[in-house]
């Protein structure tokens, strides 16, 4: 097999979660291709986020594939925010992309999961420093420092020491700051629970690339979609936000397959007539 040559997009320190998942495939090289993925969005809002995080991974392995003229770019992209499923829950949603450069093989794989740490708290006297180290998980995780003043928001990022962080927070709030409030340093190299989520989305994106289509032998065949409809066991309409089967196709050609699923039929709990 030739040697696939893929330029991995960060600034944040990924390579690492990524290659580890990219060990089983040896034929791929992956190589850093430090560019300033911040301009497609930043965790602390100094850049807003204007593409889906599909998207944003996209434009990010295309930059990077340009940047070292490689045939091949790669690049995630992270949402931290209110589970789709349970709402009170907090996720972190990872995307990856893989690209080549001209744009037109586009691999995506997405991870779920809600073992991550991400925290926010407002600050407005000393008393609320209390269980910032365990709210924030420091040193192993990091913090930011938001302060809000009258010529603007100061932000300090990558704080990983409590004895910083409550500096930090007495020196804003002496100085007049309208609001001060700490967040999660989302950032990966300062996650480690954001990367364990990152190397499980890459491993996803290994295996497929390690798949290849029963039609053209192009690698990249996996799941591209669902068919959903499966019947209530009380009252037997169909539920239709509950798959039935999954859809395994190609990103070459147009051959797809379906692979049925185990759930023949939903709890009642789960149906719409029967639980409104």
């Not at 330029?7 to 979660?17: D, E, F, I, P, Y």
């Amino acid at each position: 097999m030739s040697l696939k040559r893929v330029a991995v997009a960060t600034k944040h320190g990924k390579l690492a979660q990524i290659a580890r998942a990219f060990e089983a495939l040896p034929n791929w090289e992956l190589q850093l291709a430090e560019i300033d993925t911040d301009v497609f969005g930043t965790f602390s809002g100094e850049t807003k986020r204007t593409l889906s995080p599909k998207d944003a991974a996209i434009q990010k392995a295309l930059a990077g594939a340009q940047h070292l003229g490689f045939e091949y770019g790669l690049a995630s992209e992270g949402t931290i925010g209110p589970d789709p499923n349970f709402p009170l829950v907090v996720s972190d949603l990872e995307v990856i992309a893989l690209v080549n450069a001209s744009g037109h093989l586009v691999i995506v794989e997405t991870h779920l999961s809600n073992e991550i740490v991400a925290a926010s708290k407002k600050i407005k006297s000393e008393s609320d420093f209390e269980g910032l180290a365990q709210l924030f998980d420091l040193p192993r995780h990091a913090a930011m420092v938001f302060a809000r003043f009258d010529h603007g928001l100061e932000i300090v990022k990558g704080i990983h020491s409590l004895a910083e962080l409550e500096s930090l927070l007495l020196s804003r709030l002496a100085s007049g700051a309208s609001e001060v409030w700490v967040e999660s340093d989302l950032r990966a190299m300062h996650s480690p629970s954001r990367q364990r989520n990152i190397e499980a989305c890459a491993k996803k994106l290994a295996a497929r690339l390690g798949s290849h289509c029963p039609n053209c032998d192009q690698f990249g065949w996996g799941v591209i979609g669902y068919e959903y409809g499966v019947p209530c066991s009380g009252c037997f309409e169909i539920a239709n936000s509950v798959p039935r089967a999954k859809q395994l196709g190609c990103v070459s050609c147009d051959y797809v397959e379906l692979l049925e699923l185990e759930t023949r039929s939903v709890d009642p709990s789960r149906c719409q007539l029967c639980n409104p």
